[in-house]
């Protein structure tokens, strides 16, 4: 079983539309948890740090579930400049960084 | 205020030789961590490197090493390349304290190519 699991996608959705992610997670000592999104050839950029009590940025809310081990991306009034690859990103030890393989979003006009 | 940089941008490297990879972090910034990403896979973790020692390995053999200097700037080593060593390189860079610790920021990556 891998350390991070994402569904792959795609997820093809309209412009307006309402789409989420979810990224599951097996160690249950990580401490550290995020979203980052990646355009076709380029560096990925961090999107949002994710917490348990949910954080939101604009038409972007993350949301960490300890008890389940997975953490959730929404995103609202999607535009077609949202589309890119979404890496869901969790650290345990102190330092080790578990990215996990992507969730490919395209969205239409 | 530069962010995280690296360079060669593209190399071409042939079975069995070494190769040298440089990044700069960002400013403020004195942890560098290092991905391989092959393509369509996300990033995975190589190592980390704070105050000048390797502190956290992910599952790379010993032919990968690294090197961070005062300034904080770090070096990835491969030594004897394979074909599957071909991929593209992420440096990235991190404070070590404060409310952004553990937020790393990637510079645009090195392209590796082994032949």
């Known amino acids: 079983r891998k350390e991070v699991e994402q569904d792959p996608g795609p997820f093809n959705v309209p412009e307006g539309a309402t789409v989420a992610f979810n990224c599951t997670y097996s160690n249950s000592a990580s401490q550290s948890f995020f979203w980052y999104r990646q355009d076709c050839r380029k560096e990925p950029k961090l999107l949002m740090s994710?917490?348990?009590s949910g954080n939101e940025d604009g038409r972007f809310t993350a949301q960490l579930n300890r008890a389940s081990q997975y953490i959730s991306l929404l995103i609202r009034d999607s535009k077609l400049s949202d589309s890119a690859t979404y890496l869901c990103?969790?650290?345990?030890?102190?330092?080790?960084?578990?990215f996990g393989a992507g969730t490919r979003l395209f969205v239409k006009a | 205020d530069a962010g995280v940089t690296q360079s060669p941008t593209h190399l071409i490297k042939t079975r069995g030789q070494q190769v040298t990879l440089r990044c700069s972090p960002k400013?403020?910034?004195?942890?560098v961590s290092w991905y391989q990403q092959a393509l369509g896979q996300g990033p995975q973790f190589i190592f980390q490197?704070?105050?000048?020692?390797?502190?956290q390995r992910g599952n790379f053999p010993d032919r990968f090493s690294g090197h961070q200097f005062p300034n904080y700037s770090s070096e990835l080593n491969v030594n004897a390349l394979l074909l599957g060593d071909s991929a593209l390189y992420l440096c990235a860079s991190s404070p070590n304290r404060g409310a952004s610790y553990n937020e790393q920021f990637f510079g645009p990556g090195t392209r590796l190519t082994v032949l």
């Open positions: 400013s403020g910034h004195d942890t």
């Open positions: 490197y704070y105050e000048e020692e390797e502190r």
């Open positions: 994710v917490y348990s």
């Open positions: 990103v969790v650290i345990h030890g102190g330092f080790k960084t578990i």
